[in-house]
């Protein structure tokens, strides 16, 4: 078992819809990321958290340290959110990697 | 905006040669990471530097795989041979420090394909 899992692996809406991507991981974390990256593999940080909530624009990160599990969440979501997006958490110095989920938003 | 830079953007080598991938961090920036990312999967760490120090190379195939970072700044990453398997993006990725839970600046990466 992977020690970072996200759901769904795919995920297709159409735009306007409200978006949610989970992660769930099994080990003791000082932070938890987010990243957004975009074909032909450029990587960007979303968000950093390491308990409760940030919002930026349309995007919304939450995080439950008891239950270890986070949410990335995307309200009206547009074409240009499509793009794979990956959750990583941080145990010591070291970023650990969830598979990505791909998402592709409809026009 | 400073960025991590990363050279070649792609590469396609032929199995059994010698390839080399360049990667500047952003100015200041001590920590240094490779990443290995097979498609369809997150990337795997394959070394991090602390200044010119290696702090972690503990999924490095040393084998075949190494890494430097002479003067602590830009950072080399080699695979001699390369192998069908080490068709992959390699990442290069930076931040300000390690310990402390300091965001990592990704690089554009460079996609490489073994034929």
């Known amino acids: 078992k992977n020690e970072v899992e996200q759901s769904p692996q795919n995920l297709t809406a159409q735009e306007g819809e409200f978006i949610t991507i989970n992660c769930s991981y099994s080990v003791g974390i000082s932070a938890l990321h987010w990243l957004q990256q975009h074909p032909g593999g450029g990587i960007v940080s979303l968000f950093m958290l390491s308990s409760g909530k940030k919002k930026h624009g349309r995007l919304i990160a939450t995080i439950n340290i008891q239950e270890k599990h986070s949410s990335l969440h995307i309200t009206a979501s547009h074409p240009r959110d499509s793009a794979v997006y990956i959750c990583?958490?941080?145990?010591?110095?070291?970023?650990?990697f969830g598979e990505g989920t791909q998402l592709t938003v409809n026009p | 905006e400073a960025e991590v830079a990363q050279s070649p953007r792609y590469k396609i080598t032929e199995k059994s040669q010698a390839v080399a991938f360049w990667c500047d961090p952003i100015s200041g920036h001590a920590t240094l990471y490779w990443y290995r990312q097979i498609l369809g999967q997150g990337p795997e760490l394959l070394v991090q530097f602390q200044d010119e120090s290696v702090v972690d190379d503990s999924q490095l195939p040393k084998d075949r795989f190494s890494a430097e970072r002479l003067k602590g700044v830009d950072s080399t990453l080699k695979i001699q041979p390369a192998e069908l398997g080490d068709s992959a993006m390699y990442l290069c990725a930076s931040s300000p420090t390690t310990g402390l839970p300091y965001e990592q600046y990704f690089g554009p990466g460079t996609r490489l394909t073994v034929t």
């Open positions: 990583a958490v941080r145990v010591g110095s070291r970023l650990t």
